[in-house]
T-cell receptor, first 114, second 115 residues
Framework: TQLLEQSPQFLSIQEGENLTVYCNSSSVFSSLQWYRQEPGEGPVLLVTVVTGGEVKKLKRLTFQFGDARKDSSLHITAAQTGDTGLYLCAGANAGGTSYGKLTFGQGTILTVHP | ETGVTQTPRHLVMGMTNKKSLKCEQHLGHNAMYWYKQSAKKPLELMFVYNFKEQTENNSVPSRFSPECPNSSHLFLHLHTLQPEDSALYLC??????????????FGSGTRLTVV
């Protein structure tokens, strides 16, 4: 069974601060995805990283895929109150019994205070 | 309408009631999923359908009964639920051969409260 562990589970910071969320596994994934979920809504895909060592930037958000494709990180620069939400990482595999399935981490609840 | 649509958004039901959740996707995806999201717990995969066929039942109690009449529609029939079944039920769809690059598209969920 593939597992993804996210840390920290809870993060409470002031507007303007930087933060990093980690997603770790002992399994190799074909891709790592990050979703953001707001209260009362479903998760929305933010980014997919596919290549080991890949770094993607989405405005103030920087996503990195580990060289061995087992871990990922999400870094937010100068957090804003609008960044508040649940951040989920998910691992995908291209074939085998995991074809078409995602393995989700337990999530990180981020609260950004004004 | 595009994306994944779930109805109703909110549902309150008694333990002896029978109700159904509906999910509809207009993305041309071939796979649909039901997830349960409870407070302080990770997303729990319940059922997977590929091309209308159920390919996974993640040890879900029989009081939850899924139905997939076609690739665009997915239902979750509920009967004699327990208070611990109160949760956000999320539907998602995907194109299985593109999950690696494009992931899932989720609906907004149905907030279910069992009283």
């Amino acid at each position: 069974t593939q597992l993804l562990e996210q840390s920290p589970q809870f993060l409470s910071i002031q507007e303007g601060e930087n933060l990093t969320v980690y997603c770790n596994s002992s399994s190799v994934f074909s891709s790592l995805q990050w979703y953001r979920q707001e209260p009362g809504e479903g998760p929305v895909l933010l980014v997919t990283v596919v290549t080991g060592g890949e770094v993607k930037k989405l405005k103030r958000l920087t996503f990195q895929f580990g060289d061995a494709r087992k871990d990922s990180s999400l870094h937010i620069t100068a957090a804003q109150t609008g960044d508040t939400g649940l951040y989920l990482c998910a691992g995908a595999n291209a074939g085998g019994t995991s074809y078409g399935k995602l393995t989700f981490g337990q999530g990180t609840i981020l609260t950004v205070h004004p | 309408e595009t994306g994944v649509t779930q109805t109703p958004r909110h549902l309150v039901m008694g333990m002896t009631n029978k109700k159904s959740l509906k999910c509809e996707q207009h993305l041309g995806h071939n796979a649909m999923y039901w997830y349960k999201q409870s407070a302080k717990k990770p997303l729990e995969l319940m059922f997977v359908y590929n091309f209308k066929e159920q390919t996974e039942n993640n040890s879900v109690p029989s009081r939850f009964s899924p139905e997939c009449p076609n690739s665009s529609h997915l239902f979750l029939h509920l009967h004699t639920l327990q208070p611990e079944d109160s949760a956000l039920y999320l539907c998602a769809s995907s194109q299985p051969d593109r999950v690696v690059g494009y992931g899932y598209t989720f609906g907004s969920g149905t907030r279910l409260t069992v009283v």
